[in-house]
């Protein structure tokens, strides 16, 4: 039997290069009869546009369609980089960022849907500060609302441990909290540590934190701290005033100066010892040091330079044993919603499978290991 070609609208399939951002000549390289293609001098089989949609990222369905789709994505304004910076709004977002931040907002337009359907009361504390707030008001009042015991340090006892433990308590507070360092599950789609840690998506009723699970786990905790802090302003996006006030915030909470200055008496420079009782990466106990004129500028700059040079080279996993990180990647409270829905009847299990991006023995297994979450 001859297989079936399709007629397919040349923009379209232009549009479907551009979005996948891989560039005409890895499309050529990939499909020989591309060109072809394209002036409409032969027609692509179904099996071919097939393999094209997962080549560019993009459903199968929109190749077939007569005009090119108009995708229009929100823009995140807040990422925190490696560089620990705001994202230059003015660049483009990698194709893989773009893809993980219409699948987060998809996942959140649904859990805001089923919470204003079910009636949850909104988060109390998003929006709840402002920049204005003296530093020692706002630390008091988010550690306050965590219900952050004084001694947390003296129960955790890695900064992999601390990263985790403020997860639990930012999730039982209705933060849905992802943590991914590839695209889905797809392991050749890595996320780029250098592009952005994280972002914040603010809402009343279904706050959320990506954080990009490339990254070290003392950089995760960080980066979970400071999206929570976006949260409390209520904001997913900066201003000149906000990215310096969520890192002061952020280090204030984990490294509390008072504390900083009692540590620091005792092992004077011995950034190993402070990691150690901290919890933390020893970039934030530097810029502590030098805010409380520990050390001055020039040592900052010796500090960061021997730690470069120590982390140089070495590799960032984007996950680990499957099964143990999709609960990550699915969002552990975002399951629980989920799993409500499921028992409820207000979502069929083709829909969950969907919007987790997980299915059969791997779903069940991911509710079941999420059980009691949120």
């Not at 951002?21 to 409409?40: H, I, N, S, V, Y």
């Not at 094209?52 to 005009?67: D, H, I, K, N, W």
């Not at 050749?188 to 990009?212: M, Q, T």
Request: glycine share 6%; charged share 30%.
């Amino acid at each position: 039997m001859a297989a079936v070609r399709v007629n397919v609208n040349p923009e379209v399939l232009m549009w479907a290069v551009d979005y996948s951002q891989k560039g005409m000549e890895a499309f050529e390289k990939k499909f020989t009869m591309f060109p072809r293609w394209l002036d409409q001098s032969e027609q692509p089989t179904v099996k071919q546009l097939e393999d094209m949609a997962r080549f560019a990222y993009v459903p199968f369905g929109y190749l077939m369609l007569s005009e090119k789709p108009d995708i229009k994505i929100r823009k995140i304004e807040d990422f925190r980089t490696s560089h620990n910076c705001g994202f230059h709004t003015s660049g483009e977002y990698s194709a893989e960022l773009r893809d993980t931040i219409i699948d987060i907002r998809r996942r959140q337009e649904w859990l805001r849907e089923y919470k204003e359907e079910q009636e949850y009361a909104p988060i109390p504390f998003i929006g709840s500060i402002h920049t204005d707030l003296i530093d020692e008001a706002v630390v008091e009042k988010i550690c306050k609302e965590l219900r952050l015991p004084v001694d947390w340090r003296d129960r955790i006892d890695s900064k992999q441990a601390a990263f985790h433990y403020f997860l639990d308590i930012i999730e039982s507070k209705g933060v849905v909290v992802f943590v991914n360092g590839i695209v889905g599950n797809n392991t050749h789609r890595k996320l780029r540590v250098e592009e952005f840690r994280g972002f914040a998506l603010s809402d009343k009723l279904a706050p959320v934190i990506f954080i990009n699970g490339s990254d070290a786990p003392a950089a995760r905790l960080f980066t979970l701290l400071h999206e929570l802090v976006h949260l409390f302003l209520g904001q997913d996006g900066l201003d000149d005033h906000t990215e310096p006030f969520c890192n002061r915030i952020s280090a204030k909470i984990l490294v509390p100066p008072a504390l900083f200055h009692e540590q620091w008496h005792k092992n004077p420079e011995d950034f190993d010892a402070l990691e150690k009782f901290f919890k933390v990466s020893q970039l934030v106990l530097y810029r502590m040091a030098l805010s409380l004129e520990k050390i001055n500028d020039e040592e900052y700059a010796r500090w960061i330079a021997l730690y470069n040079k120590k982390h140089q080279g070495k590799k960032k996993s984007a996950g680990g044993n499957f099964y143990n990180v999709v609960p990550y990647r699915a969002g552990r409270s975002f399951c629980r919603y989920v799993r409500e829905a499921l028992h409820e009847g207000r979502m069929s299990y083709r829909e969950a499978y969907q919007l987790l991006g997980v299915r059969g023995s791997t779903f069940e297994n991911v509710m079941k290991s999420t059980e009691g979450r949120g």
